[in-house]
């Protein structure tokens, strides 16, 4: 499993061992945790002080579960370096996604930083979702600060995953461990060919993963997400972990 994800990002966390397996068990260690993982004995008793430990933020999957094995909409196309400043500005890190009314929020002003050059914006004036359900960006998407409200804000403002030629390593990370959105790769650079309002759908495989432009009628074969789709699937680093038995199930 380990190796799969890392074929995806390097940076992912190398140690999903199975917690069945107590002789090679490596404890589990990820950037995106609020707790600092030590030593962990195979039967993760010592995990049970961790029993009050939670993330801060409401991921999509968990207030709505939903299948996310294929993604349908319109597109909203950007280009290189879109940076976590132009995704949230600092100003709106204040908003608390763990309250739904600011997690609401939070998704209105996404991707508001971007310059006067984009006519369109993501999120109309006086809305709280957006109509665009995919992102298709250039190089070094969510490049800057590791601030999580960025992947949070777009899930919350309802887009369902990004397609972008490459990512900064931090957003990706987020993206996975707060479950709020695939951050899915190209192999070309698709925001070259694609236009804001173009309709798509994007097909999760097992194998490589497509993203098909119905109004071009053009295919471009994707990167497949590998291990990194089932934390994504479940919600969120926390939720995958409860699911797997790595930390106790949260109490009612």
Do not use: W
Request: proline fraction near 7%; charge should be neutral.
């Amino acid at each position: 499993m380990a190796a799969s994800l890392q074929s995806v990002n390097p940076t992912l966390s190398r140690n999903l061992s199975s917690p069945n397996n107590s002789s090679s068990f490596v404890p589990f260690r990820s950037p995106f945790l609020r707790f600092n993982s030590t030593s962990v004995a195979p039967d993760f008793k010592p995990l049970v002080s961790f029993r009050n430990a939670s993330s801060s933020f409401v991921t999509r999957s968990a207030a709505e579960p939903q299948e996310r094995k294929t993604f349908h909409g319109l597109c909203y196309v950007v280009g290189d370096n879109i940076d976590t400043d132009q995704i949230i500005p600092a100003e709106f890190l204040t908003l608390v996604p763990s309250n739904p009314d600011e997690y609401e929020k939070l998704g209105s002003h996404a991707l508001v930083g971007l310059p006067a050059a984009y006519k369109e914006r993501f999120v109309q004036p006086g809305e709280m979702k957006t109509k665009y359900s995919i992102i298709i960006g250039g190089e070094n998407f969510g490049c800057g600060s590791s601030r999580e409200h960025a992947p949070v804000c777009l899930g919350a403002a309802g887009a369902k995953a990004v397609v972008a030629q490459s990512y900064a390593r931090i957003f990706f990370r987020n993206s996975v461990a707060t479950g709020e959105i695939y951050p899915l790769d190209s192999e070309v650079r698709v925001c070259d060919e694609c236009k804001t309002g173009d309709v798509a759908t994007i097909e999760l495989r097992e194998g490589d993963s497509i993203l098909i432009n119905h109004t071009t009628g053009k295919e471009y074969k994707l990167k497949a997400i590998g291990d990194a789709g089932p934390v994504i699937d479940a919600g969120g680093i926390f939720a995958y972990a409860r699911k797997a038995g790595m930390i106790p199930s949260a109490a009612p």
